[in-house]
Every structure is written in structure tokens, then in C-alpha cells.
């Protein structure tokens, strides 16, 4: 009788993940595409490289993963760590958990993510990425044009600004990085 139960509460949970991932499909949140030609908005102009220590995060505004629109300047006043990925990254892949991970120590720095080159190569989507990971903080999707990748100068994934209450940035790194040095660098914005 025991395993009954437990197949039929194992049974239950992937039919509720189940109709999360049609509900995320139907509304065009979740498939394996970027956002809509359009939808993403930023104020300043492409760039080569990361943006330098000092510099000034551009305003921007995205489709958020799943639904509704994220705004940089709801961010205003508060120290963030914004993390660049995508789905199909295998050092994203490992990076993202960790450092939802440490940010629960730092409970005054916001994480704020983007997720680009959306369905250019085989992976997950980045809303089953996030559901089979259990990762909650907000995502924006960037669009076709690569709009929000320009905007920041990302060249590697991923790619993280540590950002200051002020919105300029303290550090930023490209590629993957160890649990100490996200501590260290985190530490100094809270």
C-alpha cells in the first residue's frame, strides 16, 4: 500500500510539471524561443566588450520568463548581481544553482538573470532549465536581435555584473566561476 501511495504522489507532481510546461508552451513563455521582435528595450547602444568597473548598467525592459515584463530601473537603490545565460550552456548549467546557492547568504543583493540565444542550440528551454533545477529569481528573455547580449557586451557564457546600489559596476566576469570568489565579490556589494 506504501508504494502506491508514492507512485501515486510521484505520478501527481510530474503530471503538475507537466501542465506548468503546456501552460508556459501556450503562452509562448517557455518554448525554446526568444522574446517577440520588439519586446526588448534598452537604452544604451551595442558594445564590444563588458562594460568596465564605474560604468553605468543601461536601462532596459524584457519579457520575463513565464510572463510579464522586467524593468532594470525596478532595481534602482539596490546592490544586484545580473547573470547572463543560456539554457544550452553547460558551465551556465553548473554556475546558475551555485550561485542561487550563495546569493541566500547575501538577503540585501537582488539576482536578477537574462537569458539569451534562446533555441540556437540543442538543451533545454530556459523554463524547463529552471523548473528542473528549482531555480525561482527572475529571468528576462532577450530577443532574436541578440538586443540585451549587445547592450552588455557579453562575448562568453555566462557572463555576471556585480552591480552596486548606485547601478554602476562593481566587477563583472565571463565564464564560470568558484563559490568563493562569488562569495567574495557578493560580500562587497552588500
Not at 48 to 61: C, N, R
Amino acid at each position: 500500500m506504501r508504494q502506491r501511495r508514492n507512485l501515486g504522489y510521484g505520478f501527481g507532481v510530474a503530471v503538475l510539471i507537466a501542465a506548468a510546461v503546456v501552460i508556459l508552451n501556450a503562452n509562448g513563455h517557455g518554448r525554446g524561443e526568444p522574446a517577440p521582435p520588439g519586446s526588448v528595450h534598452v537604452s544604451g547602444t551595442s558594445r564590444s566588450e563588458l562594460f568596465a568597473e564605474g560604468a553605468t548598467i543601461p536601462d532596459f525592459s524584457a519579457p520575463a520568463l513565464g510572463g510579464g515584463v522586467i524593468r532594470w530601473s525596478d532595481y534602482a537603490g539596490s546592490p544586484v548581481v545580473l547573470a547572463i545565460w543560456a539554457s544550452w550552456c553547460p558551465h551556465c548549467q553548473a554556475e546558475l544553482p551555485r550561485l542561487a546557492a550563495v546569493m541566500k547568504e547575501y538577503p540585501s543583493v537582488k539576482l536578477l538573470s537574462v537569458t539569451a540565444s534562446i533555441g540556437e542550440h540543442p538543451g533545454p528551454s530556459p523554463a524547463e532549465y529552471m523548473m528542473q533545477e528549482g531555480l525561482t529569481f527572475p529571468v528576462a528573455r532577450d530577443d532574436a536581435d541578440h538586443t540585451l547580449l549587445e547592450a552588455f557586451g557579453v562575448q562568453a557564457f555566462p557572463t555576471i555584473y556585480f552591480v552596486g546600489s548606485d547601478g554602476r559596476v562593481v566587477s563583472s566576469i565571463d565564464g564560470e566561476v568558484d563559490d568563493g570568489t562569488l562569495r567574495t565579490v557578493i560580500g562587497a556589494l552588500s
